[in-house]
């Protein structure tokens, strides 16, 4: 939609033609059910069609205008999905994988032929096109999927799209269509992540009532507390334990129990993770996969 030809220049993802990666390995901090005993399988790309403020991943997203990541080839983005499979992780959880759609598809299709079966997870900000997702639905088992407001204001603040809600909306309506039941037993469904972001309360109780008409049985909600600036930008106060009180409340109130919410006095875990290291994230959180380092430092 951006209308360039990425093989003589870049998106407005800040991408070439060739896919990018910036880390893969296994990551114990996803949601339940898609993290298994070992971790999910994660594979993040480099590159992002929004570029929100508040990014953690802001060096890799194209946010600060860094491409931090290594080229590779599909065939060997396949074979990093089956050194994951071989590695023990419980689902392939490809991370904002959208603007690299074609190639993608082409290295499950191969990774599929040399046996590979896991679960696959699609992880994204949401910011994508009904016709996207439909070339890679087939191969998804379970979305991950952000709604991150449903307020312009909220949206143009953070985000730096203020018609946000414009896009996620449609996105949000297909996988129901697609996907009308989620069952994390069988890896088969939808997750849908919300975060709480600092002083705009309203925009997520806002949000809790549409989830609730529109969603609520056919999605889980993970509702999200980590907001964390980046490093170097201004204090944002905390959520207060009286704020996340009331929206245990009303979630309670509306009848949203499918799902997962965190509690930020138990998590004083700092999320901004460094991709310039082998191991971006805690250690007690994440291990790289071998056949990505060998590709990083060949």
Not at 30 to 58: A, D
Not at 227 to 248: A, K, N, Q, W
Request: charged fraction near 20%.
């Amino acid at each position: 939609m951006c209308g360039v030809d990425r093989y003589s220049s870049e998106g407005v993802c800040r991408q070439s033609a060739s896919v990018r990666i910036a880390w893969s390995g296994l990551h114990r901090g996803e949601e339940p059910p898609v993290t298994g005993e070992k971790g999910s399988g994660m594979i993040f790309f480099t590159g992002c069609p929004l570029h929100c403020q508040f990014c953690q991943n802001r060096q890799i997203s194209g946010s600060d205008g860094l491409n931090y990541g290594i080229d590779v080839t599909e065939e060997e983005l396949a074979s990093l999905m089956l050194s994951l499979q071989s590695s023990g992780a419980a689902t392939l959880n490809l991370v904002t994988g959208t603007h690299f759609i074609p190639s993608i598809i082409k290295a499950l299709q191969m990774a599929k032929s040399r046996g590979f079966s896991l679960p696959v997870v699609w992880n994204s900000s949401g910011y994508e096109r009904r016709e996207a997702l439909s070339l890679i639905d087939p191969y998804i088992d379970i979305y991950l999927l952000d709604c991150k407001t449903l307020s312009p204001a909220t949206a143009g603040r953070f985000c730096g799209r203020s018609g946000y809600a414009d896009v996620i909306i449609p996105v949000m309506d297909a996988v129901k269509e697609w996907h009308p039941r989620t069952d994390m037993e069988k890896m088969k469904g939808t997750i849908l992540r919300h975060l709480v972001f600092p002083g705009e309360l309203e925009s997520t109780y806002s949000f809790l009532r549409f989830f609730a008409r529109n969603y609520k049985d056919s999605f889980f909600l993970s509702l999200m507390t980590q907001f964390v600036p980046p490093l170097g930008e201004r204090y944002f106060p905390p959520l207060t334990e009286e704020e996340y009180d009331s929206l245990v409340d009303m979630m309670d109130e509306l009848g949203i129990d499918d799902g997962f919410i965190q509690d930020p006095s138990e998590d004083d875990i700092l999320w901004i993770p460094d991709f310039t290291r082998d191991v971006p994230f805690p250690a007690s959180f994440a291990d790289a996969d071998p056949y990505f380092l060998s590709l990083k430092h060949r």
